[in-house]
């Protein structure tokens, strides 16, 4: 018996991806076999509600296809697989290991069976213009400029130090459990980010991300210890109504990064150490922040943010601390985004209720074209956190998340260790799982504080880095480059990755290669509604082809580090539309792909 099927082809599904909730999908099977057949369905069921699985019966049409129709009425998402039964046996098919569309194959015991994915949303999200072209710029802010004219640093905390040349190497110093005793400064400030935006601009930057602002003891502040107060090392509250009004006036926007699973264990609501005036959990059951809080045996042992106890966790089901982040007038959300922080970046996205996200959502939607974020690591679309299945994506939630699924696909490809049809692969299935707005509109990204530094990925190799940068730029979705990365700045894991901007030395050639790019990008805004289509070159090339309304942009990469001649045969179109497919093979076939290369070709129709 031979079954066939391809969740990424019009002639077997469509519509293509995820759906909204009642649209009618069409679904075909192509079965070949001399048995005598008994029955074709597709068995599909709703996420968690695998007691309910329904077998629709597929209709036989014609040279084997086989059709059924299914309008899924709830949001979230489905699984299906096919079942064959003839006289003598049954067979299954479904998707490959781990759970990638296209093409799957069949299986002899239900048991085996992987099955696809679909998504299903509740509501389409819209989200505003300058986010959706815009090219963004993410400042771990204590590394990036000191814009005090003499370059004192603000208000020094206890307990830290502060390095003795901007070019020294980060470190941590910590004790015999490898916890830090004492955090490390640099001195870059709010007042530094102001007098580099002509910089920015220059650069290609329309919007800035930052990392937390918010008081705290570290230098990276994700353990917040005031949601309401400037660390007064970045400076004074009317730095910031200053450096926002300044954004704004250069035509640009600014993302916060919200931390809201966890906060200091010196904070305000926690307040270990008693350093604030208030009565923090740690200090009385009487305090009102006890509740915020789940104690095991108070007051030392506590929840906290993968048990690292410096990060206790907040009970984000308490009504109370609720109301302080989003659910009252004067939330944390409302007074920041009132003072014109124009979107939200949310830590640990996966680890906060849907229905936390939702009340964010909700506050922000009170204002005009904000956007919402989350940090997810993997395919957002189908995220399981603590047991439970996220739905942050399926409307009135998340506007997008940080595509760090796109920057394992880069790295992998052009470090040879992912070949080009995976790539192309495991792309489209991030395309079908995730809703389009989602697909066309994530938060991408090569680096970010988390990370690695990209050249350093990419073993230094400035051919990789070169197109590395042309694909964050050129791929669907809002291009966020890590602050320094233009600038050719190395590092391992954190604190490598955190060194000061190199200002002194940064690589000028680097710069003007990614300012050419944001360019391009910004001259091209057709492009983020633009259909899409990725493709791939035998065992040595990716690209991708967009289109809208006569437009077309062709984008090939030689991935390895020989030239190669195009043939014909060397060509994988499949998802491709044929007329625009038979375009790309005659503008290319025969001519010579240089090793570590990009070639982009304009109205090539």
């Known amino acids: 018996m031979q079954l066939t099927y391809d969740s990424f082809l019009p002639q077997f599904k469509t519509p293509f991806g995820a759906v909204l909730q009642n649209t009618t999908l069409h679904f075909t099977l192509n079965v070949q076999t001399p048995g005598l057949l008994k029955t074709v369905a597709l068995c599909i069921a709703h996420d968690g509600q695998w007691d309910a699985e329904q077998a629709l019966p597929m209709t036989a049409t014609s040279d084997g296809d086989y059709t059924v129709t299914f309008a899924p009425a709830q949001a979230g998402l489905y699984f299906y697989y096919f079942r064959v039964q003839t006289t003598h046996d049954t067979t299954f098919y479904g998707c490959v290991d781990g759970g990638y569309g296209g093409e799957g194959e069949q299986y002899a015991r239900r048991e085996q069976v992987q099955m696809y994915q679909l998504t299903v949303m509740q509501a389409k999200e819209t989200l505003p213009q300058w986010y959706r072209e815009g090219v963004a710029y993410q400042i771990f802010v204590d590394r990036f400029y000191n814009g005090n004219p003499d370059g004192h ?46 910089y920015l601009k220059k650069l290609g930057v329309t919007v800035l991300y930052l990392t937390p602002i918010f008081q705290a003891t570290s230098n990276h502040r994700y353990d917040t210890g005031d949601f309401l107060k400037i660390d007064p090392v970045l400076g004074e509250l009317s730095d910031f109504d200053h450096l926002v009004t300044a954004i704004h006036d250069a035509g640009m926007h600014l993302i916060l990064d919200g931390v809201f699973n966890h906060v200091g264990v010196d904070s305000r609501y926690f307040n270990r150490s008693g350093h604030y005036d208030t009565v923090g959990a740690a200090q009385a059951r009487t305090s009102p922040y006890y509740p915020w809080f789940t104690f095991i045996n108070y007051p030392t042992e506590y ?5 690292i106890t410096d990060l206790p966790t907040v009970d984000k089901e308490n009504q109370a601390y609720r109301d302080f982040i989003f659910g009252q007038p004067s939330s944390v ?40 974020i989350g940090e997810v690591w993997e395919d957002a679309s189908h995220k399981l956190a603590y047991g439970q299945r996220r739905h942050y994506l399926e409307g009135g939630g998340l506007q997008a998340v940080m595509n760090y699924p796109l920057r394992r696909l880069i790295i992998h490809v052009l470090t040879g260790t992912l070949a080009p049809v995976d790539w192309w692969r495991e792309l489209m299935t991030l395309k079908e799982n995730y809703p389009q707005t989602t697909f066309r509109y994530n938060f991408n990204n090569i680096g970010s504080h988390d990370t690695p530094r990209i050249l350093t990925m990419l073993q230094e190799d400035m051919s990789r880095l070169q197109l590395a940068v042309s694909m964050l730029l050129t791929l669907p979705g809002v291009p966020c480059l890590y602050y320094g990365d233009e600038a050719k700045m190395t590092g391992g894991k954190d604190p490598d990755n955190r060194a000061f901007y190199p200002w002194a030395s940064a690589d000028q050639a680097q710069i003007h290669y990614v300012q050419k790019w944001t360019h391009w ?6 492009l983020n509604t633009a259909a899409m289509a990725p493709f791939y070159l035998a065992d040595y090339g990716i690209g991708y082809v967009y289109w809208q309304d006569g ?48 070639q982009l070709i304009e109205n090539f129709t």
Do not use: C
């Open 153 to 198: 640093v603000n208000a020094p905390k206890p307990n830290s130090f502060i390095y003795g040349r901007m070019t020294d190497t980060p470190m941590y110093i910590r004790n015999q459990h490898q916890e830090i005793l004492r955090w490390d400064f640099f001195g870059g400030n709010l007042r530094g980010i102001e007098a580099k935006l002509p």
């Open 303 to 307: 929840d906290s943010w993968w048990g």
């Open 333 to 372: 959300i409302n007074y920041w985004t009132e003072r014109g922080v124009d979107g939200w970046r949310l830590d640990v996205a996966d680890e906060l209720p849907d229905d936390f996200i939702m009340g964010i959502r909700h506050a922000l939607d009170q204002f005009d074209d904000k956007v919402l």
């Open 521 to 526: 990008r910004q001259n091209h805004p057709w």
């Open 551 to 598: 437009q077309t942009v062709l984008v090939v990469i030689n991935v390895t580090n020989m030239n190669h001649v195009i043939a014909a045969a060397d060509w994988h179109l499949a998802v491709v539309p044929p007329e625009l497919a038979s375009a790309v093979q005659q503008r290319l076939n025969g001519q010579t792909l240089s090793g570590t290369q990009i």
